[in-house]
């Protein structure tokens, strides 16, 4: 069974970083992508990116170019994200996701991290 | 980037059939964009239902059902319970790039 156990909330004042990050268990690290969504409040969901842990790759939704980091030690199974230059608008639950297989993304799901942004 | 329009809000009674449906700015949604469903509840994360536009996941109660009509993708429940109130979320691929719709908050009453 997969399980992906993600970091605890955090409040932080705009301007800082956050880094949330997600351990997974239950499958093989670096076989599937790991994807992060998030979703503000009164919002829908809302994709920020993805990493191969494998190698490394990366993908930004372009909105979050320049801000977000991914990167993923396989020594602890996890993956993080980092987002940085934050604004009272990323406010949001932040979640990652695994995939089932080639063919089947985003199939495992974190609990999510709330991340809040005030000053 | 393209905007993926969902119903913001449906209502079906319990046992009823209703159709949710997941549209593109771009155009007609297609098998190409492997259209994704998610149901998601108050406080949880979000659970996948469909992927690739029709495939159940092992999880996924068989009422729930995903297709392409009339140019959208659609999430069709059928035989609906209490337990399916939920806000449901599509999603898009537009060549490895996701969007996601606004979602849909379902209502069963």
């Known amino acids: 069974q997969v399980q992906l156990v993600q970091s605890g909330a955090e409040v932080k004042k705009p301007g800082a970083s956050v880094r949330v990050s997600c351990k997974a268990s239950?499958?093989?690290?670096?076989?599937?992508?790991f994807h992060w969504v998030r979703r503000a409040p009164g919002q829908g969901l809302e994709w920020v990116g993805w990493?191969?842990?494998?190698?490394?790759?990366?993908n930004y939704a372009e909105k979050f170019q320049g801000r977000v980091t991914m990167i993923r030690d396989t020594s602890i199974s996890t993956a993080f994200m980092e987002l940085r230059r934050l604004r009272s608008d990323d406010t949001a639950v932040y979640y990652c996701a695994t995939d089932l297989s080639a063919m089947v993304v985003a199939a495992y799901w974190g609990q999510g991290t709330l991340v809040t942004v005030s000053s | 980037q393209a905007v993926v329009t969902q119903e913001p809000s449906l209502t079906v009674s319990p046992g009823g059939t209703v159709t949710l449906t997941c549209g593109s700015s771009?155009?007609?949604?297609?098998?190409?964009?492997?259209p994704y469903w998610f149901q998601q509840k108050p406080g949880q994360a979000p659970r996948t239902l469909i992927y690739?536009?029709?495939n159940r996941l092992s999880w996924t109660p068989a009422r729930f059902s995903g297709s392409l009509r009339g140019g959208k993708a659609a999430l069709t429940l059928s035989g609906a319970r209490p337990e399916d109130e939920a806000e449901y979320h599509c999603?898009?691929?537009?060549?490895?790039?996701?969007?996601f719709g606004g979602g849909t908050k379902l209502t069963v009453l």
């Open positions: 690739d536009t029709n």
């Open positions: 990493i191969n842990p494998k190698n490394g790759d990366t």
């Open positions: 771009t155009g007609d949604v297609t098998s190409g964009h492997y």
């Open positions: 239950g499958n093989t690290f670096t076989g599937y992508y």
């Open positions: 999603l898009l691929s537009y060549s490895g790039d996701w969007v």
